[in-house]
C-alpha cells in the first residue's frame, strides 16, 4: 500500500524521508522514490524494488535539503519501474507530484493533455496531476491555486502532495475521498507530512487529519487548511501516544473503525499491478496460471472458514457467470470430513486472511493428496497456507488488527472478481467487449467504497436505535445474500446481539416467524436482478409489523415507503454491489457495539486466527 513522507525544517529532508518510509514498508510496495529542493533544483532519486535499493542510489548519487518529499508505491498503472516509481516531476522541472489512489479519469486527462501538446515520460496515472499543476502554474497564479484547480479535474479518491522549485518555502498536501490518510505533524520549527502516523512519530507527537476535501499549505513554521472550495477550516490538533500500538490507531478510536476505512487504500492496492485498464486486462502472476491449466479445469471447490467462506460464496457467483466453471462452496471445517470428488482437473482455492487457520490447512492437505491444483488467497504474505498453494492471491490490505474482519473481507472479494475475469479471458468465455467492460468497472471500486465510508453519521444515527435489540434478521438474494450471512455475523461478534442471515426467499419458509415490533429486519436491496423479488419480502417483513432496515441504491423511489430506515449506497455495477453494500454493515455494526460499551476489537471468546480444530 502506498507510503508518503514530507519534511520541512532546518535538517537533512533526505534522511528524514528514507527512515519514514522505513516504517511504512509493512504496507508493501515495488518501487520508490524520493525528490529534494536541493540549491534550488528539485532533485529525484526513484528506484525499482526495495527502500535498500533506493538508499543505495542515493548513497551513490547523494542530494541534500531542507525541503523534499518521497513515496513507496504499489503498481497500478504501467508496470513497477523507476521510471513509473513516484515522485513525478512535469516538463518545466518545477513541479513534483506524489499520489495515493487512482485518478478514474486519467485517460481523458491524458488525452486532453497529450492534444495540448504535453509529453508523458511514465505509463502512471499520477504524472497526469503534475501536468495538470503546470498547466495552471502558466497563468501566472500561485502554486496553492494551480493545485486547486488541478484537483478540481480528478476523480476517484486521493491522497497528494505538492512540492515547487518556484516556492521552494511549502508543502501542498490535499485528500479527497477515502483513499488514504494524509497526516501533517507539528514540529519545532519544522513541519511533517505522512499518509500514516508511523512514519513521522519518531519526530512529534502532534499531528493534524486532513478530512476528506481538505487542502493544506505547509511551511516551516506552520500550516493553513482550506477546503478545496478555498473555504478556511480550523483545524483540530491532535497529541497521539508514544505507544506504537495507540498511534497505529491515528484519528480512530478502535482499530476496527479504523481498518473499515482503510478499505478504500485496501481496495486500490488489490488492484495495484493487476489490472491494465488500457488493455482491459488482469494479471496474477502468483497465480502461475497458463492458458492450458485454465483450459483443463473442470471444477473448483472454494473452501473457508467465517468471513472468508462469504466471501466465497460471491466468488461462486464469479466463477460460474464469467469464467463459466462449476463451483461449490465447502466450510473448511467440514470440507475435509467430506468425500468431495476431487481430481487433477480440479481446483481448490482457499481463502485466509491469516494463512494458518487449522481448518483451512487442512482441507487444503486432504485436497494436495487427492490430486487437486491449490491455490490460495491470504492476506499474511509468507503464511503456511500460501507456502502449501501451487500459486496464491496476495490480499494486500496490510495487517489487520481488530478481531472481527473487514478490509480482509473486501479485497478478497475483488481479487475473486479478478480471478474469474482471467478465467474467462484465457478460457475463451468472454468476448474482448465484455472483458474489457468487466476490467473497467473496477476502476469505480475505490470512490464508490469512500463514498458509503463519507455517510457513516447515518449509519451512526441508525445504530442508535438499534443498540438495544437482543435479535436481529438480516435477509439478502443472490449476489447480495452472502452479505447478509457477513452482515449478521459482524454484529453478532462485536456486538453479542443474536443475528442470523438468510436467503430471502426462504423467510416465509421459517424465519417469518420470528418478525414481529421487537424483531429488526436488514435487507439487502441494491439495484440488482434481484431486487423486484426483494421488495416483495420487505413487504412481507413490514406486514408483519417488523421494522425494516434496507441497504438501498441512491435515487431509488420505492423504499424509502417501505423502510423504517435506509442505509443508502452508490449506484455500482451489479457484479460488484457486494463490495459496497457490506460496508454500511461493517458500519452498523461497529456502532451498535460502541454504543454498547463492548471491546471491538478484541470481542470475547474470540481470536484473529484460529489454528485449532
Same mark, same amino acid.
Given at each position: ?75 497500478? &498503472? ?7 516509481? &513516484? ?421 416465509? &419458509? ?104
Amino acid at each position: 500500500m502506498c507510503g508518503i513522507v514530507g519534511y520541512i525544517g532546518e535538517k537533512d529532508a533526505t534522511e528524514i524521508i528514507l527512515n519514514g518510509l522505513k516504517r511504512l514498508e509493512y504496507r508493501g510496495y515495488d518501487s520508490a522514490g524520493l525528490a529534494v529542493l536541493q540549491n534550488g533544483k528539485i532533485e529525484i532519486r526513484r528506484e525499482l524494488g526495495k527502500l535498500s535499493r533506493l538508499a543505495a542510489l542515493v548513497a551513490a548519487q547523494p542530494v541534500a535539503g531542507k525541503i523534499g518529499i518521497g513515496h513507496t508505491r504499489w503498481a497500478t &498503472h504501467g508496470e513497477p519501474s523507476a521510471r513509473n516509481a &513516484h515522485p513525478h516531476v512535469g516538463a518545466t522541472g518545477e513541479v513534483v507530484v506524489v499520489h495515493n489512489g487512482i485518478v478514474e479519469n486519467y485517460l481523458e486527462l491524458r488525452e486532453e493533455l497529450a492534444s495540448e501538446g504535453v509529453s508523458f515520460s511514465s505509463e502512471t496515472d499520477t504524472e497526469t496531476i503534475v501536468h495538470l499543476i503546470e498547466r495552471y502554474l502558466s497563468t501566472r497564479i500561485t502554486l496553492e491555486e494551480a493545485v486547486r484547480r488541478a484537483l478540481q479535474n480528478l476523480k476517484g479518491a486521493h491522497g497528494i502532495v505538492v512540492m515547487s522549485s518556484r516556492e521552494p518555502d511549502k508543502i501542498i498536501a490535499a485528500r479527497i475521498g477515502n483513499a488514504g490518510g494524509v497526516v501533517i505533524g507539528i514540529g519545532e520549527n519544522e513541519m511533517y507530512v505522512a499518509s500514516d502516523v508511523p512514519a513521522i512519530l519518531e519526530h512529534t507527537r502532534r499531528m493534524i487529519f486532513l478530512e476528506s476535501h481538505q487542502m493544506a499549505v505547509v511551511t516551516q513554521h506552520g500550516l493553513m487548511v482550506q477546503t478545496l472550495e478555498s473555504q478556511p477550516v480550523k483545524h483540530q490538533v491532535h497529541v497521539v501516544g508514544w505507544d506504537p500500538v495507540s498511534a497505529e490507531k491515528g484519528e480512530y478510536r478502535h482499530f476496527m473503525q479504523k481498518e473499515i476505512h482503510e478499505q478504500v487504500r485496501s481496495l486500490t492496492d488489490t488492484l495495484a499491478g493487476r489490472v491494465d485498464f488500457d488493455a482491459g486486462r488482469i494479471r496474477l502472476p502468483q497465480l502461475n496460471l497458463t492458458p492450458e491449466l485454465s483450459n483443463r479445469i473442470t471444477k473448483m471447490y472454494i473452501t473457508a472458514c467465517g468471513t472468508a467462506s462469504h466471501a466465497g460464496m460471491v466468488g461462486k457467483i464469479y466463477m460460474e457467470r464469467i469464467a463459466k466453471i462449476p463451483t461449490e462452496v465447502n466450510i473448511a471445517s467440514e470440507f475435509r470430513y467430506h468425500e468431495p470428488i476431487i481430481d487433477q482437473n480440479t481446483v481448490v482455492l482457499a481463502i485466509s486472511q491469516s494463512g494458518e487457520t487449522a481448518d483451512t490447512l487442512a482441507a487444503m492437505e486432504k485436497a494436495r493428496k487427492q490430486g487437486a491444483v491449490l491455490w490460495s488467497i491470504v492476506n499474511a504474505i509468507g503464511s503456511q497456507a500460501m507456502r502449501l498453494a501451487d500459486g496464491y492471491i496476495s490480499m494486500q490490505t496490510g495487517p489487520e488488527i481488530g478481531v472481527a474482519s473487514t478490509k480482509a473481507f473486501t479485497a478478497p472479494l475483488v481479487d475473486l472478481y479478478m480471478l474469474a475475469v482471467l478465467l474467462g479471458d484465457q478460457r475463451g468465455v468472454l468476448d474482448e467487449e465484455s472483458r474489457k467492460a468487466l476490467v473497467a468497472d473496477l476502476r469505480l471500486i475505490p470512490d464508490l467504497v469512500g463514498r458509503c465510508l463519507d455517510r457513516e453519521n447515518d449509519v451512526l444515527a441508525v445504530a442508535q436505535k438499534l443498540k438495544d435489540a437482543r435479535n436481529a434478521l438480516y435477509l439478502g438474494r443472490g449476489i447480495n445474500m452472502p452479505i447478509a450471512y457477513e452482515g449478521a455475523l459482524k454484529l453478532k461478534e462485536i456486538s453479542y446481539i443474536h443475528a442470523e442471515g438468510y436467503p430471502a426467499g426462504e423467510m416465509k &419458509h421459517g424465519p417469518i416467524a420470528l418478525v414481529d415490533e421487537d424483531m429488526p429486519v436488514i435487507a439487502l436491496a441494491p439495484k440488482d436482478p434481484w431486487y423486484e423479488k426483494m421488495i416483495s419480502q420487505i413487504e412481507q417483513a413490514k406486514a408483519r409489523g417488523g421494522s425494516v432496515i434496507v441497504v438501498a441504491t441512491d435515487g431509488d423511489q420505492r423504499i424509502p415507503s417501505l423502510a423504517d430506515h435506509v442505509l443508502w449506497v452508490p449506484d455500482t455495477p451489479w457484479l460488484l454491489s457486494p463490495v459496497i453494500s457490506v460496508i454500511p454493515l461493517q458500519i452498523l455494526a461497529y456502532h451498535i457495539a460502541t454504543l454498547r460499551g463492548l471491546d471491538v476489537d478484541q470481542p470475547r471468546n474470540l481470536a484473529k486466527s484460529v489454528t485449532v480444530e
